[in-house]
């Protein structure tokens, strides 16, 4: 039996500028990997010059939409000075897709601030919010015409967390007290950059919203007398949730935008919200960073979400493998589960994949590999891996084969 997707459906894939582009040099990122001697992003893939190319392989591979971001930190590399290349290039590729067709979904923070802001104690300094807002006037006012959906803020809660209290990212704090501040200082920037979003909009039409990873949380059986699920049921809460409702109550979400990748299982802790439980008694499929893959948490994750009435996008799904066998089988399930879940009246407008191409993985470096286009970095060769014809097809006729 065929699944349809609804009509205008989103089909493509989202990229993210640290990731992809090269040569961030201006980004806090890019002094976390050399103090702690990490593998560092440097040219990366190179697309800040490839982009055209790598929107060619969106528009062959039958997308209809992309999600980019902004390098906060190439627009202000210095607190008061606007680099108005920058600028002009950030305007060539929204036109570039434009030519291509391809819709942009534009986000303005993907984990990565500028270097004086970092020094200036980034989200720990209330100030950051004037910051934020300041470089969104500027963004938003130069690609205005050409862009209908914003996104603030990709995972706030992923960042706070690896941060702030993992302190495996930067700025590599391990408390939850600056955690909480953190968090306070983005969501006042994401409804204060909403506001003004509306505001340079005037009466034409836009859509803002933040990416919102959202997990799959389920308590570990193993030896639980009831406390498992109790830290669990509290990082649920904390950890999927409680951004969302806030800015719902705030009225600053026109949409949701969701990002899944897998579920976790979760142990009590001294923690109130538990912690991850890595053992090896638990049976799922894993993907090459050993995430534990659970179909069903997609599904999950998105039913839940219709408490908010508002449309759903995916604005990240896919997996690192090693076998295309594993990137196909992960795709299809996916989809039938994404069908599935707009069948139970969850109304999803959109997928993207979790790559375009392969990118620089953070503190994993480049060994995982996300794209639908594999990337040879010796000679950054893009080469498209089978399984992307499959979601090709998938795009082309907005339909998908479902049991
Ligand atoms: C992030 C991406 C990252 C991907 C795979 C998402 O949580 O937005 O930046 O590459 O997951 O880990």
Not at 103 to 113: D, E, K, R, S, Y
Not at 214 to 232: E, I, W
Request: net charge neutral; hydrophobic share 40%.
């Amino acid at each position: 039996m065929k699944f349809e997707f609804p009509s205008k459906f989103l089909w493509g894939s989202s990229i993210s500028s640290y990731q992809v582009e090269g040569n961030n040099l201006f980004s806090d990122w890019h002094v976390w990997e050399k103090e702690n001697n990490l593998q560092q992003a440097g040219k990366a893939t190179d697309h800040y010059n490839m982009y055209g190319y790598d929107f060619s392989i969106a528009s062959n591979l039958s997308h209809n939409t992309l999600r980019l971001s902004i390098e906060w930190a190439r627009i202000f590399p210095k607190v008061d000075e606007i680099d108005q290349d920058a600028l002009e290039h950030y305007k060539k590729v929204i036109a570039e897709l434009k030519i291509k067709g391809i819709t942009p979904i534009v986000c303005l923070h993907h984990f990565t601030n500028p270097i004086w802001l970092a020094n200036e104690r980034g989200w720990l300094n209330p100030e950051s919010i004037r910051y934020f807002v300041k470089y969104v006037t500027e963004v938003v006012s130069l690609l205005k015409d050409d862009v209908k959906y914003w996104i603030t803020f990709n995972e706030p809660l992923v960042y706070l967390y690896n941060g702030f209290i993992e302190g495996i990212w930067p700025p590599g704090e391990k408390s939850l007290n600056s955690s909480f501040k953190a968090l306070r200082h983005i969501t006042r920037a994401h409804i204060l950059a909403y506001k003004e979003i509306k505001r340079i909009y005037g009466n034409q039409e836009v859509k803002v919203s933040i990416a919102k990873h959202m997990r799959y949380f389920q308590p570990c059986k193993n030896f639980d007398l009831g406390q498992n699920s109790f830290v669990t049921s509290i990082r649920n809460q904390l950890f999927n949730y409680s951004i969302l409702d806030r800015l719902n109550r705030a009225k600053t979400l026109d949409f949701i935008g969701v990002n899944y990748y897998c579920t976790e299982y979760v142990k009590a802790s001294g923690f109130l919200f538990g912690q991850e439980c890595k053992d090896s008694h638990h049976q799922n499929k894993k993907n090459y960073l050993d995430w534990n893959i659970s179909v069903l948490g997609f599904y999950k994750m998105l039913i839940s979400l219709k408490k908010y009435g508002l449309p759903v996008i995916v604005t990240e799904n896919g997996s690192c493998e090693v076998e295309d066998s594993a990137y196909q089988q992960f795709l299809i399930d996916h989809l039938k589960m994404l069908a599935k879940a707009i069948n139970d009246g969850v109304d999803v407008f959109g997928y993207l994949w979790w790559s375009l191409t392969d990118n620089f993985e953070w503190d994993k470096g480049y060994n995982p590999r996300f794209g639908l286009a594999q990337v040879d970095y010796s000679t950054l060769a893009r080469n498209i891996r089978p399984f992307a014809f499959i979601y090709k097809k998938i795009c082309q006729e907005n339909s998908i084969e479902i049991d």
